[in-house]
Nanobody, 115 residues
Framework: QVQLVESGGGLVQPGGSLRLSCAAS????????MGWYRQAPGEQRRLVAS???????NYADSVKGRFTMSRDNAKNTVYLQMNNLKPEDTAVYYC?????????WGQGTQVTVSS
C-alpha cells in the first residue's frame, strides 16, 4: 500500500502563492496518473489537477491558469504550484491516483486564503 504525505499548506492572503508537495512511498507511484484534490468544509472532495506518467497535465476550470501541477518520479513526489490564490481556494488539499481505487488518503494539507 502506498502512503501519501502532503505538505506546504498555510495561511496566505488573496493573490498570494503556495507550493504544495505530496511524497509517496514506493516507486510504484511513477506508474500512475496522479491528481491533486481538495475538500472545502461541507463539500465533497474534488479533483483540481492531474498529471499523467508522461507529464501531461489537466486542470479544473476553477484553477486553470493559476495552478501548475508537476511531478518528480525520482523523488516519488508531485507538486502543486498555486498562484493568484482566491478565498474560494480555501480547502484541505490531498493527492492520490486519478483513476481506479484510490490509495489510502493522507492527512492532507490545509490551505487558507484570507485577508
Amino acid at each position: 500500500q502506498v502512503q501519501l504525505v502532503e505538505s506546504g499548506g498555510g495561511l496566505v492572503q488573496p493573490g498570494g502563492s503556495l507550493r504544495l508537495s505530496c511524497a509517496a512511498s514506493g516507486s510504484i507511484f511513477r506508474l500512475f496518473t496522479m491528481g491533486w484534490y481538495r475538500q472545502a468544509p461541507g463539500e465533497q472532495r474534488r479533483l483540481v489537477a492531474s498529471i499523467t506518467t508522461l507529464g501531461i497535465t489537466n486542470y479544473a476550470d476553477s484553477v486553470k491558469g493559476r495552478f501548475t501541477m508537476s511531478r518528480d518520479n525520482a523523488k516519488n513526489t508531485v507538486y502543486l504550484q498555486m498562484n493568484n490564490l482566491k478565498p474560494e481556494d480555501t480547502a484541505v488539499y490531498y493527492c492520490n491516483k486519478k483513476d481506479g481505487v484510490p490509495w489510502s488518503w493522507g492527512q492532507g494539507t490545509q490551505v487558507t486564503v484570507s485577508s
